[in-house]
């Protein structure tokens, strides 16, 4: 199946009911220790009461000719781990966003994640990370040496950036809520590898000042 950007609100509801290819599934049986393994090494630290780590990939040129299936020209991985004012665990989200080879424009898409265990392995922990309304989502895994995220999807909701600044926050491009379309994948495009950067390198993912601040800081 080639990847492409659905054109119409029919065809994103055709393929709402699809999955994650190699789905990774919730485990209760993950414990706090592994979880927070994973984590340290997915933040490349213990966490604390928030942090950030950023992956990215940009294909040139003379890649995507030797690719001519591959769609993806770019792609950014925001992670974010924090703790809420009034909560006493982890919450985690992400933010993803591609560049099409085709296509102008900035897509992203966002959700909320959990520890998993892939279902193909029923030991490697993952990110399972959805988005809602039957947006489908992605797998976020880790390298072995921990310098790289191995993302994985079959299809997610994107939105194209609005590139209008916000009049009350001039220095950030908003989301445009109206232009949304699936992203489906294809053989080329179904699993991406994408390399730790320091995570200033997706400050374009991120729609709050405060959290813009913040991440900056980190």
Known sequence: ???????????????????????????????????????????????????????????????????????????QLLMTAEIADRDSALTYSFRLGINDRDRPGDFDSSGACDHALAEETHHEIRYSCPVDCEGGGIEVALSKDDKSAIVRLARITMWQ??????????????????????????????????????????AGLVTDRKELAALRHK
């Open 1 to 75: 199946m080639k990847l492409q950007f659905a054109h119409t609100l029919a065809f994103i509801a055709a393929v709402s009911q699809t999955h994650l290819a190699s789905p990774a599934r919730a485990d209760a049986t993950i414990s706090k220790s592994q979880a927070d393994a994973f984590d340290a090494r997915v933040f490349a630290k213990p966490p604390g009461r928030k942090a950030y780590a950023c992956f990215t990939r940009h294909h040139d040129a003379d890649h995507l000719a030797r690719h001519p299936k591959q769609k993806v020209a770019a792609m």
């Open 161 to 202: 950036r609005d590139n209008k600044p916000d009049t009350a926050k001039p220095d950030i491009a908003k989301p445009d809520s109206e232009a949304s379309d699936a992203l489906v994948a294809g053989s080329d495009d179904k699993i991406f590898r994408l390399d730790r950067t320091d995570p200033n390198d997706c």
